[in-house]
């Protein structure tokens, strides 16, 4: 997935033309409060880009992306009356430690208080090409405000990535519940970072805040960011923490930078100056590789959860980077003691940034279908009306709805992760020669009786792409990878009959290495009748990286050569069907460049290491050594999956 940029891609409406307004930027911006007025449009569709962008992407892509957002919504079904717009620029919040942080606040011209939407960004809220945001839900009476972050934009300060986010987010909550033109109600909106900073300010327990709708946060830290399963993400790190090093936006200048030879960089602690800019947090996330007092500052746990209660509504995608944070606040907020009210999960056949827009009716190879597309902004405006405005009596959607890629419905359930899924799973066996996919790599339900293992030779200087060609490769043939020798392949024969999964997807390996530490890599495909391995999930890789065996909260052990470990490669939330004629594929390898580093296999300090070694890897399969992938298989799909509609 792209990494964040300024870049807005504005279309007109449905029935007619969008008036797009002046691209301003920080020379020209009013600093005091002013006022413009501004006709809103009686139909909108709201583009994501218009902050996200599409030089850089979204924040926790776990890889590089070309895919333009798919700007797609339906006409709003009870369009408002036109409505005049006042616009405050330039809004200057107090924090406690006495910084200001700038902002910009939209609202009908008419003198009353309004409920307030509040989004926070790093992005520089002055990349708003159309405001088509802000004219949206202002049409509908609300007020709509647009913050930059501590150290980013218009706002003093300097930028530390999360950790200033809860209380920054509270005294904002708190300051804006107080203006005259506030009614005192307010709730947080936004994708990626947007969605994250909503999280840390809403465990603060603001009194102000009444709701929130977060789209595809981060959450789970050295699991999902700037790490997973112990192995840096080198690619992420880089480009998103340099682009945020000063005020303005820094990414249109990585367009020139040599990236090849900054991923070869060593030792990775001073690649930042391979890249020309020095970033400091780069530096720090490097020195910060478990889970110690740095990182738990960020990382919500079940006391944080259980302050929290107000409604919220998640959206993310199946495909989404960030889907790892945003089910992870799902869980532990709908975990907490006594359960919750009002809470709302929505996960499509999305990708990190149509989790905020609605999808598209195609990804890659999937052939989705018009049903898969959403109006994401006609839905947070139903559950705004409800918890924000409170001008409706009832907020009209399930618990949890999920589309099932494959046989392409919609699905609902009473909870998220969903009830009726069950672990199963299928034993990876071979003869001792699984490499490549015309190897003899299998996958069975049926347990292995006898002992095997397959090997192969991992060379970190010649490492296995994340992808090949362009694109983020989800939804993307895979069999030019699975043709390499260094790439283990097991696959089920063609199904017989549909095998439906929902929810995390796991793969249970025994493995050994003659290396000190090593990484092992595994992703999941669809293989259609014709041979193209589709990848799934939202990690596109799963990793395990085997000093970090134990968890970021673990014991950091390195390997005893050749001696096998188990290890449990997470692979993320999936939800598919594999129909009949189609193959149930993992493939197992040592790397995914540029997602993440490639481990030198040295056993020395990541961040520190100059030196590289080749190893000798080993996977065990057999009744000793039972070695498995772990589907979370819905009972009775094939019955239950009838037609679905969006939600």
Sequence with gaps: ??????????????????????????????????????????????????????????????????????????????????????????????????????????????????????????????????????????????????????????????????????????DTIEWLAAQPWSNGRVCTLGISYMGTVQWLAAKERPPHLVCMAPSSPAGDFLQELPSAGGAFKMGWALKFLSDLTGHLAEGPSQGVVDWEKVYAHRPLITADEALGRSVPLYRTFLQHDTMDAYWRRIQLGPDDFAKIDIPVLTTTGWFDGDQIGALYDWRGYTGRPGGVRDAFLVIGPWTHAQSWDGGAERLGEFELGKDSIVDNMALRLAFFDRYLKQSADRFDAPPVRVFITGANVWRTFPAYPVPQARATRYFLSSAGRANTRAGDGQLSTAPTKGENADGFVYDPKTPVPFVTGSGDGRGVDRSAIEGRDDVLVYSTPPLTHSVQIVGNVGLEIYAASDAPDTDFVATITDVAPNGHALLLGPRGVGVIRARYRHGPSGKVELLTPNKPEAFRIDLGDIGHEFLPGHRIRIDL????????????????????????????????????????LVLPVVEGSAAAAGPGRAP
């Design 589 to 628: 390898t040592s790397s995914a460049v540029p997602s993440i580093n490639p481990n030198q296999n040295t056993g020395a300090p990541i961040a520190t290491d100059t030196e590289w070694r080749i190893a000798h890897q080993k996977l065990l399969h057999g009744k000793l050594h039972p070695s498995a």
């Design 1 to 170: 997935m792209p990494l964040l940029g300024r870049q807005a891609f504005a279309s007109p409406p449905i029935g007619g033309t969008l008036p797009v307004w002046r691209r301003r930027d920080a020379r020209d911006r009013p600093r005091g409060n002013t006022m413009t007025e501004a006709p809103c449009p009686s139909r909108f569709r709201d583009v994501a880009a218009s902050w996200l962008g599409a030089a850089l992407g979204p924040l926790f892509a776990i890889a590089l992306d070309a895919t333009p957002l798919a700007a797609i919504a339906a006409p709003d079904p009870n369009p408002p009356k036109t409505v005049q717009m006042k616009t405050l620029f330039g809004l200057m919040t107090p924090m406690r430690d006495g910084v200001k942080l700038a902002s910009d606040a939209f609202m009908p011209t008419e003198a009353v208080r309004y409920p307030i939407i509040l989004i926070r960004t790093p992005y520089i809220r002055i990349g708003h090409d159309d405001a088509q945001t802000e004219r949206f839900f202002v049409a509908h009476g609300y007020a709509v405000v647009i913050q930059d972050t501590r150290g980013r934009g218009d706002s003093e300060g300097t930028f530390d990535f999360f950790f200033p986010e809860a209380q920054d987010g509270y």
